[in-house]
């Protein structure tokens, strides 16, 4: 299963229960009860809740989409030079070497949308998907900050530098 086939499949899935939980709410708020009043109030806040992440993950997954595609214009897309094992995973020392050169990449052009976005992938390539994607989120704020072309003029932006996990 892709990762778009279980998004849709997941959202679906959430769409089902938040209308479950709004018919749900609907009669405890109709038995007049305060405490069903109560509880039928909550049940309208759990949708509200779900499609918020779910709004968030699929502006998420839209922007990195299109940093990829002006990345990819540029031609400056990281290049996959990671060594493998014999089974297909990535080998953890060419991801650490990688990540290495990303992270002083990174450094040194704190404002540009693009090493950070390059950094992001050498995250996930080590395994550290959390840091990956906060730091894909600092890219997609950079690029909305400082525009697409400003990392060449010299505009410089604020830089939340994330730490290498040892794990």
């Keep these: 299963m892709t990762s778009r086939t279980g998004f849709f499949l997941l959202s679906g899935v959430l769409a089902l229960v938040a209308l479950i939980c709004v018919g749900e709410g609907v009669q405890l708020i109709a038995t007049g009860k305060p405490l069903g009043i109560g509880l039928g109030l909550c049940a309208f806040v759990i949708p509200v809740v779900g499609l918020w992440f779910l709004r968030q993950t699929v502006r998420f997954g839209r922007d990195s989409e299109r940093l990829a595609r002006e990345l990819e214009a540029e031609g400056g897309l990281p290049v996959d030079e990671l060594e493998r094992t014999g089974g297909g995973r990535i080998d953890r020392a060419s991801a650490d ?14 404002g540009d949308w693009r090493v950070f976005f390059r950094l992001a992938v050498a995250y996930a390539d080590a395994g550290d998907v959390p840091r990956a ?26 830089v939340g530098k994330p730490a290498r996990s040892s794990a």
């Design 133 to 158: 994607r906060r730091t894909m989120q600092h890219a997609i704020r950079l690029h909305r900050t400082t525009g697409a072309d400003a990392a060449t003029s010299g505009v410089a932006g604020t």
């Design 97 to 110: 070497a990688v990540f290495a050169r990303r992270k002083a990449e990174a450094e040194a052009a704190p």
